[in-house]
C-alpha cells in the first residue's frame, strides 16, 4: 500500500439486495489490501452463486492505483463500469465490489442496466460503513495526577483519540495522534504542562475514523 495521509475504505464486508422487474441483484462488498485478494474475493462469490445469469465486478487497489472491471456478459459498458464508477464517485480505494444478477425475465435495456448496477453497487457500498484511515503517530503521555484533569480536556477538546489510560504511580495516557498534527500536539503538551510530561511515540498506524463524522 502507499503510504497515505489519510484515504477513503471500507472496514467489512456488506451484501444488500435490489430487485428490478424481477430480476435480483446482489451486491457484496469486500475490503481487500491488494490485487490477489480481490481475486479471491471474487472467486468465493463465484463459487457462493454458480447459477448466477452475471457475476458483474469492479475493484480498485490504492497501491500502484489497480483497477478492474468486468461486464460478465452484459452489453459492453452497462455494468463493470456502472460498478466502477460507484466506487470511484464514492472516493474509495481498497475494495472488491461484486454484483451478481439473476435474470427475471425482463430486458432492462441499457439505461437500465447502467442505472441498476450503480445503484447496486452504492447500497452495497454505503452498507459496507465506509471509513477515513488517518495515519496516526501512537503516542503515550506520562503525567502527574495533578495534571489529570488538564489532559483529560486537552484530549478531548481537541478530538484526538485517547486508545488506552494506565493508572500507576503516575498515569499515562496512550494517544492516536494525526500524524501530520504530532509536532503542534507535543508542543501543546509540553506548554501545557509547563515540560512537566513525558511524551515518547511508541508506533504508527492507521486508525479508521467514520466518514460521516
Known sequence: MSVKDIYKTVSERSQT?????????????????NEDEALAFLSEIRSKYPDATHNVYAYVIDENNIFRYSDDGEPSGTAGMPVLDAIRRSDIVDVCVVVTRYFGGTLLGTGGLVHTYGASAK????ASKIVLRQLCDIISVRVDYTLLGK???EIASN?????????EDEVTFIISCPK???EKFLADITNMTNGKASCNKINTKYVDI????
Open 151 to 153: 489532559m483529560q480536556y
Open 159 to 167: 478530538g484526538y483519540l485517547l486508545e488506552d489510560t494506565i493508572y
Open 210 to 213: 467514520d466518514a460521516d463524522e
Open 17 to 33: 439486495t435490489l430487485i428490478e422487474k424481477k430480476s435480483r441483484f446482489i451486491a457484496n462488498v469486500c475490503p481487500v489490501k
Open 180 to 182: 501530520n498534527n504530532t
Open 123 to 126: 447500497s452495497g457500498l454505503i
